[in-house]
């Protein structure tokens, strides 16, 4: 059973930053270009032979789901993907989000994947690929 490790990073856009808006906050990244991204970087695992899949509803109004299975970086990287997509960002998932900086809010929140590293069963680093 191998894990694969994801180092993906977090854009958020939300509408004020520290409860200021967005063009009148002083924070550094506000104060260059107040429409950058806010960015924040977070760690995922996923295992082997886990499923996942967008759902869909069949002719017979049936919510059903494509299912795929992990088993090397490319699907470890669709896992992670789709599970983003369907459940939409939910900082339970990616990333606690801090209150106070995001007040209204993350806005819309993309992500990028920028490494996935796989470990064997002892904890291994065996193969490692940036993307
Ligand atoms: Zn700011």
């Given at each position: 059973m191998r894990t694969y490790k994801l180092f993906y990073s977090l854009y958020f856009s939300p509408p004020t930053h520290y409860g200021i808006p967005r063009n009148a906050c002083k924070c550094e990244i506000c104060?260059?270009?107040?429409?950058?991204?806010?960015?924040?970087?977070?760690?995922?695992?996923?295992?082997?032979?886990?499923?996942?899949g967008p759902e869909f509803t069949d002719k017979t109004d049936t919510v059903k789901q494509n299912y795929f299975i992990v088993e090397d970086f490319s699907t470890a990287y669709n896992c992670f993907?789709?599970?983003?997509?369907?459940?939409g960002f939910s900082e339970e998932n990616y990333f606690k989000i801090d209150k106070k900086e995001f007040a209204d809010g993350p806005g819309d929140v993309a992500f990028s994947i920028e490494k996935i590293e796989i470990y064997d069963i002892n904890n291994k680093l065996i193969e490692s690929i940036d993307y």
């Open positions: 104060t260059e270009d107040c429409d950058l991204s806010i960015v924040r970087n977070g760690i995922s695992y996923i295992t082997d032979s886990e499923t996942y993907e789709s599970n983003f997509v369907t459940n």
